[in-house]
């Protein structure tokens, strides 16, 4: 008795309203429906460490196929490639991407003549979990100019893995053949033959080779590279003029490999 009152007082008061008055009223609901709708949950991260690492990336990679991301900052912006055979530093990139863990950060370490580093910050970013990333290193993928890599620890890290957010671009500098084996004599390494090809055409870092992951490439924007990586510098690299950034990430790509 009690609900078939309280509905007859819902029927009276909206036929008590003018015809314009109920349609306001009625778009209102509609409205405030819609948005109710509309609002998607904020999707959540689970924090990495050394034992899920793998796994977790590997789930996340094939649930984000992107491969393209755009660098902005204030100098320009750079667009990268990342390759497919690198999976787990293509998906840990893309998902810091997602997180908007990087448009927290800034290039903080910049060496004209060899490369800009980013992914840091002198302001807590937000927690990401305390993880490194097992090593992709491929002879196929060279540290020639415009190619994007990950830092990592050198000490206690016999299996060169990688840092969790760190990451380089590399401008490089020309080696001869005589600079190139002065330079493998001097960080005992033997040339490879794709080496001796790769370091012919193009400026690089060819010490790196073999001790860290490149996992994509410069595919526009060097000159935004070569900008940021000709500011003046403190006595520990960082620039003297702030380089944020943001990284977008773009649609799927084919062949990136």
């Known amino acids: ?121 002198e302001k807590p970013v937000m927690n990401i979990g305390r993880y490194t990333i097992p090593a992709e290193i491929s002879d196929k993928h060279l540290h020639v100019r415009g190619a994007l890599a990950m830092a990592r620890e050198y000490k206690n890290n016999p299996t060169k893995r990688s840092a969790s957010h760190d990451f380089y671009i590399v401008q490089g500098v020309r080696y001869t053949a005589a600079e190139l084996e002065a330079t493998a004599k001097e960080n005992n390494f033997q040339v490879t033959p794709a080496q001796r090809i790769a370091y012919a055409k193009v400026p690089g870092a060819p010490h790196l080779d073999g001790e860290h992951t490149v996992f994509g490439e410069v595919i526009s924007g060097m000159d935004v590279v070569d900008k940021i990586a000709a500011l003046p510098t403190d006595e520990g690299y960082w620039p003297l003029q702030d380089v944020p950034i943001k990284v977008v990430v773009l649609k799927k790509q084919k062949n990136s490999t």
């Open 1 to 121: 008795m009690i609900h078939c009152l309280t509905l007859i007082c819902l029927l009276v008061a909206c036929e008590s309203k003018s015809p314009s008055e109920r349609r306001g009223m009625v778009q209102k609901r509609a409205t405030l429906s819609d948005k109710s709708d509309k609002k998607a949950a904020a999707p959540v991260f689970l924090e990495l460490n050394e034992q899920n690492v793998t796994a977790e990336l590997a789930k996340y990679g094939a649930e984000n196929p992107e491969n393209e991301v755009e660098i902005q900052t204030p100098l320009g912006n750079i667009r990268l490639r990342l390759y497919e055979d690198t999976p787990l530093h293509r998906a840990n990139f893309i998902r810091l991407a997602k997180m908007g863990y990087f448009d927290k950060t800034e290039f903080y370490r910049v060496i004209k003549g060899f490369m800009i580093q980013g992914g840091g910050s």
